[in-house]
């Protein structure tokens, strides 16, 4: 119940206990009217419904004055570097604002002013265990610098569409990962809602599925802000600091999700939030956001000057992920990408078998869209075929179906995939974009985009994830697919007769949804 609405009913008591003094109210009726009185106000109880803050006077100052000349001061000194397009995600430290205040207020700048009406902020619980996701639903957040409501049309899409997923109050209790963030968006920002989201434990797939709900609510917004809370190395080495967060860093800007929650898991990296920043680059990735920008890094020995062995040092990151849209690939849920996976496995088992192509029927529209598909054979790392056709001739999953036994019998660098080796070859299935013809070479984005080169008779394409496997700069990225795929002099792509198209790709495989 809300304070406005618990004072009504007090002085609604003072009131009636000067009435029964002076009037000598009967008692039963005293009783009627606290209970209308009680009935009339309880409606404010939900409306009304504050969390107090937990780390107000302890994470960062408790009052207001304090408190917004703080993080003014930090936003002064913060100097990003420039975002291409809108950002989509902030990755953001949640320790005190003493220790990482100045990182955060880099990214916090770079969404300075921006028309977000839904901020979404997922941080980890340190205090409360449990496994999967609590979801605030209802009421506002309260900071020195005033009250949050709540967007609870939001976040009511995302409780009860998984098991995993619910709203535990008790979670929020002690938390900061989530409060800490709050100050700085009261600050940068206006005419912004939240949805507050804690993570705790929780398998990849619990993951998947709360990236797939929360694309699904985002839907084609463009006013929707995710942060993830999190900080980087605990430990007591600062030199030591230094190094796991370079690595940490790598992994962050290789944007691969599935890379990142294995590593954190067998302990090469550390994030605090991981779990949080594993969700966000999901998400980001299945709305087409494939960018990551690293705007500021530091650690508590940097900012404290304190580089001694054996004290206390943590790492902190500002990062973020930009809005820059592939161009029209279809979106697939969990559930569409493990049916054409299966698909793809079960046809290649029986083309093995008995040298059919199984028939399927489905339903589902998604896997009935025209789209251009590859796909992709891996065995112990290696590429093992890869065969596709660029512009769709029929429904997705056939599709899938041809080119996954294109790729396991047909791709001219290899030899047949035999029955024995499969149960050893691992799938991946791109599903492209149309075509868009370019004359600035500018307009490719290295692992957004692939690309197709062409002139005269000669012609080659790379499939974005090749600069992510490679490691290869632009230019030699665009110099290996002249020579190598398109027969074509390496700097061929300056060419101005040379054609050239980019597209976009969803990828996905078996490692990611299994």
């Keep these: 119940m809300g304070y406005g609405a618990r004072k009504e009913i007090l002085d609604c008591r003072l009131q009636i206990e000067d009435w029964k003094k002076k009037k000598k109210i009967n008692f039963c009726l005293l009783g009627l009217v606290l209970a209308f009185c009680a009935m009339i106000f309880m409606p404010l109880a939900g409306a009304d419904d504050v969390k107090e803050p937990n780390v107000a006077g302890k994470f960062y100052p408790a009052d207001p004055g304090t408190l917004s000349k703080q993080i003014d001061d930090f936003l002064a000194l913060a100097q990003p570097s420039k975002v291409n397009g809108d950002i989509f995600c902030l990755i953001s430290p949640h320790a005190g604002y003493d220790f990482s205040g100045l990182t955060a207020a880099f990214g916090y700048k770079s969404i300075e002013g921006k028309p977000y009406s839904t901020v979404i902020v997922i941080g980890p619980s340190h205090y409360h265990s449990f496994t999967g996701v609590s979801v605030y639903t209802n009421g506002s957040f309260r900071t020195p610098l005033g009250d949050i409501a709540i967007d609870r049309d939001f976040a009511e899409k995302l409780i009860g569409k998984s098991s995993n997923i619910t709203f535990m109050p008790e979670v929020f209790d002690q938390e900061h990962s989530v409060e800490v963030q709050l100050p700085f968006l009261q600050k940068t920002l206006s005419n912004f809602k939240i949805v507050p989201i804690v993570v705790g434990q929780c398998d990849y797939e619990t993951l998947n599925n709360l990236s797939d709900i929360l694309t699904a609510a985002i839907g084609r917004r463009k006013d929707v802000l995710l942060v993830a809370s999190t900080d980087l190395y605990h430990g007591y080495d600062w030199q030591e600091a230094e190094v796991v967060d370079s690595l940490t860093l790598s992994y962050l ?145 056939k599709t899938v179906r041809d080119m996954a036994i294109e790729a396991a ?63 290869w700069t632009k230019e030699e990225f665009l110099s290996q697919l002249c020579t190598q795929k398109a027969g074509l002099p390496a700097d061929a792509w300056k060419d101005k007769d040379c054609e050239k198209y980019i597209y976009s790709a969803l990828v996905f495989s078996e490692k990611e949804v299994n």
């Design 253 to 397: 800007e290789k944007m691969s999700a599935r890379d990142i929650y294995d590593k954190l898991k067998d302990s090469t990296i550390q994030m605090c939030g991981g779990i949080g920043v594993v969700a966000g680059v999901l998400t980001s990735e299945k709305l087409g956001h494939k960018k990551i920008f690293i705007l500021n890094h530091t650690n508590s020995a940097n900012v404290t000057g304190k580089k001694t062995k054996g004290l206390w040092t943590v790492g902190y990151v500002s990062a973020a992920i930009d809005q820059e849209k592939r161009e029209d690939v279809i979106m697939l849920n969990l559930a569409q990408k493990k049916r054409l996976l299966e698909i793809a496995r079960k046809t290649i088992e029986e083309y093995l078998a008995n040298s059919k192509a199984l028939e399927f029927t489905e339903a589902d529209p998604k896997l009935n869209e025209t789209c251009g598909v590859f796909v992709t054979l891996h065995k112990n790392g290696e590429l093992r075929g890869c065969i596709g056709n660029m512009v769709g001739q029929g429904p997705l999953y």
């Design 409 to 471: 019998t047909g791709d001219p660098r290899f030899n047949p995939v035999t029955k024995g080796e499969l149960k050893d070859i691992g799938i991946e299935i791109s599903v492209l974009s149309s075509l868009k013809k370019i004359e600035d070479i500018n307009e490719f984005k290295l692992g957004v985009h692939g690309i197709i080169i062409k002139k005269g008779w000669h012609q080659g394409v790379f499939l974005p994830q090749v600069a992510t496997e490679t490691g």
